[in-house]
């Protein structure tokens, strides 16, 4: 089965670009999707398709796929972003999920 | 407002059953894919099964196969997971999403609700 290998935790600083990646076999091929669960809350999609941003999602969320890596990109962080980030893809009719990565705003 | 409610769950023996439903307001049900998404304590997001807008498709992780069954009333604007055998592992915060059909994402999410499987 398909596996989503994402870092347990990322630390950024404050105002600087924190960089979150999600890596799968040919995950290049693949149509990526990232979500924002704050505690206590529902996920919400900041990232689908690789690179494009639902209505309402702040311009600094950007992400791209390449290869066997795709990440998500979050420029000037603030402290409202501290979150868990999870990677998801469609393979083979299931839904795939990276195991998430806690985004850490210091 | 586009919304997604879910209700239903509970505390349950293990070997026991619940049915959790998943209302939906302000889009055209029938018209979108459903997925049920959980979150055991701590842990990350698990898909657990989709249904497509007229059930005419329905698969479920190994994790639930032959225990869970999904289904839907585009009558009702209702999602509903029928949980059999439920065992200690299937605690979790339940959820129903919204699933695009071009490119699989999931737009549209429940708040949740908590199923808490114990003796």
């Known amino acids: 089965s398909y596996e989503l290998t994402q870092p347990l935790s990322v630390s950024v600083a404050l105002g600087q670009t924190a960089r979150i990646t999600c890596g799968g076999n040919?995950?290049?091929?693949?149509?990526v999707h990232w979500y924002q669960q704050k505690p206590g809350q529902a996920p919400v999609l900041v990232i689908y398709?690789?690179?494009n941003r639902p209505s309402g999602i702040p311009e600094r969320f950007s992400g791209s796929n390449s290869g066997n890596t795709a990440t998500l990109t979050i420029s000037r962080a603030q402290a409202g972003d501290e979150a868990d980030y999870y990677c998801?893809?469609?393979?083979?009719?299931?839904?795939?999920f990276g195991g998430g990565t806690k985004l850490t705003v210091l | 407002e586009v919304q997604l409610v879910e209700s239903g769950g509970g505390l349950v023996q293990p070997g026991g059953s619940l049915r959790l439903s998943c209302a939906a307001s302000?889009?055209?049900?029938?018209?979108?894919?459903m997925n049920w998404v959980r979150q055991a304590p701590g842990k990350g997001l698990e898909w657990i099964s989709y249904?497509?807008?007229?059930?005419?498709?329905?698969y479920y992780a190994d994790s639930v196969k032959g225990r869970f069954t999904i289904s839907r009333d585009n009558a009702k604007n209702s999602l509903y997971l029928q949980m059999h055998s439920l065992r200690v592992d299937d605690t979790a915060i339940y959820y129903c999403?919204?699933?695009?059909?071009?490119?699989?994402?999931?737009?549209?999410w429940g708040k949740g609700t908590t199923v808490t499987v114990s003796s």
């Open positions: 249904i497509g807008s007229s059930s005419s498709a329905i």
């Open positions: 398709r690789d690179s």
């Open positions: 040919n995950i290049g091929s693949k149509n």
């Open positions: 999403a919204r699933r695009d059909d071009t490119y699989s994402y999931m737009d549209v």
């Open positions: 998801q893809v469609w393979d083979s009719s299931i839904v795939v």
């Open positions: 302000g889009f055209t049900f029938s018209s979108y894919s």
